[in-house]
């Protein structure tokens, strides 16, 4: 990131995920405290300081298609260790919930599908069913062969079955789904 492109303050973007301004976004002076503590910063290609850096530039696009915001799993460390108050883990909700918003490319729309995918299994059936969760997100991901030689072998090991086990008291777990949907206001 070049000198000029530091100071290329943009605060529409950020006015889009935090219009209320309750997250600090221009707060951040880039100390970094976040990211060093932050358990996917090695897998990611954009670090916490560097997402609230996209965000404070307005780049939508380099901040929207990061796979970090996929890989953040809300374990609130960065926002502890921000001498700022940044809500970083807000931000990247938002950020999720933008690209759910927009068409994404390939390579990050795989996560939002598998959360979806997910989701949708829980609420209908109460637990994880593997196999109908591996056919709904290879048909939504239109990725059917990536990882399809380990099939044979974790149908052998019994990891995979044939036909989903259902819980009882799936009464309780639809109405956990209600209240979120109803205090998200979908
Ligand atoms: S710890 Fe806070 S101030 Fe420091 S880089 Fe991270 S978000 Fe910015
Ligand atoms: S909440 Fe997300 S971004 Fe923050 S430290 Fe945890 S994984 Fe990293």
């Not at 976040?34 to 380099?62: A, F, N």
């Not at 609130?76 to 999720?96: E, F, G, K, Y």
């Not at 072998?153 to 086990?165: A, D, E, F, H, Y």
């Amino acid at each position: 990131m070049s000198q000029m492109q530091c100071l290329e303050i943009n605060t529409r973007f950020a006015e889009e995920l935090d219009p209320e301004g309750r997250w600090n976004i221009f707060s951040c002076y880039q100390c970094k405290k976040c990211s060093s503590g932050c358990p996917m910063e090695r897998d990611s290609d954009l670090h916490p300081h560097q997402i609230i850096r996209m965000v404070q530039m307005g780049r939508k696009d380099e901040a929207l298609h990061s796979k970090g915001i996929w890989l953040c799993i809300s374990c609130q460390t960065c926002v502890s260790r921000c001498p700022m108050n940044v809500n970083t883990p807000a931000v990247i909700d938002a950020l999720r919930a933008a690209v759910a918003r927009r068409e994404t490319p390939r390579s990050v729309r795989k996560v939002p599908i598998f959360n979806r995918v997910f989701l949708e299994l829980i609420r209908r059936l109460g637990r994880v069913y593997e196999l109908g969760m591996m056919s709904a997100f290879k048909l939504g991901s239109q990725d059917l062969f990536t990882d399809i030689e380990k099939f044979p072998m974790m149908l052998r090991k019994g990891k995979l079955r044939l036909i989903p086990t259902l819980p009882g008291r799936r009464a309780n777990l639809r109405r956990i789904f209600r209240a979120t949907k109803k205090a998200s206001g979908r």
